[in-house]
């Protein structure tokens, strides 16, 4: 296959053919300069690597019913709350086949990845686990241990199968649990996360020591917050339409003058749907909306660049030969590639390319 159009990727966008051989980038270059002569499929459009959700609770895809209208402790953050209730008493194999349903909807949409919180402690995680087995979607699983105080064993059982752990928020946590968990992480080379200003605003020495991997809202920071979290150089994870359904938004413009690293997500898979297509044009509207707009640059790098250089594999951001990057290839005008991928991306649009010198693509 070769596209002729655009690339978006972690060098930005720029007009380029890519021609694409057995699902990777063989070769890019100017447009009109290939040497194919018209032997290989053409289509125009953008090439982008594939995105990467930068935040999901997956296990919350079991709610099949609008969620009661509660404040956001009433709803998910305590466990006495509706969505904990509604974990504990789902059966195991009801929650292991909504997780699947929700990454075959994930994969349709091209998505690559997911860092997902995952509450219920090591058994949590092992659900996580065989709901994703044989999934395209590769994901990432931030544990929750329950045990409070912490309890050493657990946490150490539940590092062996997750990737690190992801706390509700540092008010809901001793500073020693906090520093327990962190230097679980160090020690055993896992990332350490946590939501931060979500429902309410909570200084930044709370969230910020220990130091996390990944902050998750923000939607209550300051400036001189978000100034302290990119000094401290820690990337954040935001999700704009779950933040809307409670009121509230994260300053993204703020944290794009600041050059804040950010990662798009789409929260409580009860609230939205786990699309990333969804949430940049959500999130694109939104800042209009509020008179505080970023650019469609800013926000298509925190979906298809950011996640991958947080997950240590900043190649995979990258079209270029011999990239491991899964390419993605849409049927939209090229003249504008990022304004494009952040309004107008459907799974109609994209072109799958063929895995193998055999194969088709859609």
Same mark, same amino acid.
């Given at each position: 296959?070769?596209?002729?159009?655009?690339?978006?990727?972690?060098?930005?966008?720029?007009?380029?053919?890519?021609?694409?051989?057995? =699902?990777?980038?063989?070769?890019?270059?100017?447009?009109?300069?290939?040497?194919?002569?018209?032997?290989?499929?053409?289509?125009?459009?953008?090439?982008?690597?594939?995105?990467?959700?930068?935040?999901?609770?997956?296990?919350?895809?079991?709610?099949?019913?609008?969620?009661?209208?509660?404040?956001?402790?009433?709803?998910?953050?305590?466990?006495?709350?509706?969505?904990?209730?509604?974990?504990?008493?789902?059966?195991?194999?009801?929650?292991?086949?909504?997780?699947?349903?929700?990454?075959? #909807?994930?994969?349709?949409?091209?998505?690559?990845?997911?860092? $997902?919180?995952?509450?219920? =402690?090591?058994? =949590?995680?092992?659900?996580?686990?065989?709901?994703?087995?044989?999934?395209?979607?590769?994901?990432?699983?931030?544990?929750?241990?329950?045990?409070?105080?912490?309890?050493?064993?657990?946490?150490?059982?539940?590092?062996?199968?997750?990737? #690190?752990?992801?706390?509700?928020?540092?008010?809901?946590?001793?500073?020693?649990?906090?520093?327990?968990?962190?230097?679980?992480?160090?020690?055993?080379?896992?990332?350490?996360?946590?939501?931060?200003?979500?429902?309410?605003?909570?200084?930044?020495?709370?969230?910020?020591?220990?130091?996390? $991997?990944?902050?998750?809202?923000?939607?209550?920071?300051?400036?001189?917050?978000?100034?302290? %979290?990119? $000094?401290? #150089?820690?990337?954040?994870?935001?999700?704009?339409?779950?933040?809307?359904?409670?009121?509230?938004?994260?300053?993204?413009?703020?944290?794009?003058?600041?050059?804040?690293?950010?990662?798009?997500?789409?929260?409580?898979?009860?609230?939205?749907?786990?699309?990333?297509?969804?949430?940049?044009?959500?999130?694109?509207?939104?800042?209009?909306?509020?008179?505080?707009?970023?650019?469609?640059?800013?926000?298509?790098?925190?979906?298809?660049?950011?996640?991958?250089?947080?997950?240590?594999?900043?190649?995979?951001?990258?079209?270029?030969? #011999?990239?491991?990057?899964?390419?993605?290839?849409?049927?939209?005008?090229?003249?504008?590639?990022?304004?494009?991928?952040?309004?107008? %991306?459907?799974?109609? %649009?994209?072109?799958?390319?063929?895995?193998?010198?055999?194969?088709?693509?859609?």
């Amino acid at each position: 296959m070769l596209v002729e159009g655009a690339i978006f990727d972690a060098d930005g966008p720029r007009p380029a053919y890519v021609r694409i051989r057995a =699902g990777k980038v063989f070769e890019t270059g100017q447009v009109g300069t290939d040497g194919t002569r018209g032997r290989v499929r053409r289509v125009r459009g953008i090439v982008l690597p594939s995105p990467v959700n930068g935040h999901t609770h997956l296990g919350d895809a079991v709610s099949v019913r609008e969620p009661p209208r509660e404040s956001v402790d009433r709803l998910v953050g305590t466990p006495a709350s509706y969505k904990f209730r509604l974990l504990r008493d789902t059966p195991r194999t009801v929650k292991r086949r909504a997780i699947r349903v929700a990454l075959r #909807g994930m994969a349709r949409e091209g998505i690559a990845g997911a860092i $997902d919180f995952r509450e219920e =402690g090591r058994p =949590g995680v092992e659900l996580l686990r065989e709901a994703a087995r044989g999934s395209p979607v590769r994901v990432v699983a931030l544990g929750r241990p329950l045990a409070r105080p912490i309890d050493t064993a657990e946490l150490r059982a539940l590092l062996e199968v997750s990737d #690190g752990i992801g706390l509700s928020s540092a008010r809901e946590e001793s500073e020693g649990s906090r520093r327990t968990i962190a230097r679980a992480c160090r020690s055993a080379g896992k990332r350490y996360a946590l939501h931060a200003s979500e429902a309410t605003h909570e200084r930044t020495e709370a969230y910020l020591e220990p130091r996390p $991997d990944l902050l998750v809202h923000l939607a209550k920071a300051s400036r001189d917050d978000l100034v302290a %979290v990119r $000094d401290e #150089g820690v990337p954040v994870a935001v999700c704009p339409r779950a933040n809307a359904l409670f009121g509230r938004q994260p300053d993204l413009r703020t944290m794009e003058r600041l050059g804040l690293t950010v990662l798009l997500g789409s929260d409580n898979a009860m609230l939205e749907r786990p699309s990333i297509w969804r949430e940049l044009e959500f999130a694109y509207t939104a800042t209009r909306l509020l008179g505080r707009d970023v650019s469609a640059e800013f926000l298509a790098r925190a979906a298809l660049v950011a996640p991958w250089e947080w997950l240590g594999r900043p190649r995979d951001a990258r079209i270029e030969a #011999g990239s491991p990057a899964r390419p993605l290839v849409l049927r939209l005008p090229p003249e504008d590639p990022a304004y494009q991928i952040a309004t107008r %991306v459907t799974e109609h %649009v994209m072109v799958r390319p063929p895995t193998s010198l055999g194969g088709t693509s859609r």
